[in-house]
């Protein structure tokens, strides 16, 4: 019996949250800059703003678009070392699906220690057998940080 696409997807978005809030001493070295990554979300994966995002709201959009897109190193380079692992395996929960962000737009919108907080509007939209599902990225708050001169994901608030 299959399991609905929903389910599947939820556990592994709640396999990837208990590991976050775990936290992790994950990372590699020699992994290129997130700056050196230049390509940016598609119109139409995002959502039209009137002024440009933040560097750490850029950073989650590009975070979110890699893992759709389910490129590791990308996700690697944008994660910070210590969240690193749960962020592949964040992504590994889309290996069975096929994903792409849907009207996806992010803020900064404020702080907690030394981290930026973002949230995001839209959807990453999921199909499996022709099963279409819907998950709201404005569930999550990303927490970013500035490491190695560089913006990171680093977790969810």
């Known amino acids: 019996m299959r399991k609905p696409l929903w389910a599947v997807a939820a556990c592994w978005i709640a396999l990837a949250l208990v590991l976050a809030a775990c936290g992790g001493t994950g990372g590699t070295a020699n992994t290129p800059s997130p700056a050196a990554m230049t390509s940016a979300p598609s119109p139409t994966a995002m959502a ?45 929960g889309f290996q069975a699906v096929k994903a792409e962000l849907d009207n996806v737009s992010c803020k900064a919108t404020g702080t907690a220690g030394d ?42 608030q």
């Not at 893992?67 to 590994?92: G, Y």
């Not at 959807?123 to 404005?138: G, M, P, R």
């Open 48 to 92: 039209s703003a009137t002024s440009a995002p933040s560097p750490a709201a850029r950073t989650v959009e590009n975070y979110l678009a890699a893992l759709v897109s389910k490129d590791a190193a990308k996700v690697s380079n944008l994660a910070c070392k210590a969240w690193e692992q749960d962020a592949l395996l964040e992504m590994d």
């Open 115 to 156: 981290a930026t907080l973002v949230s995001c509007t839209g959807n990453i939209a999921l199909t499996y057998n022709n099963e279409l599902q819907s998950l709201d990225v404005s569930r999550q708050t990303y927490k970013v940080i500035q490491e190695g001169g560089d913006y990171r994901v680093c977790g969810y």
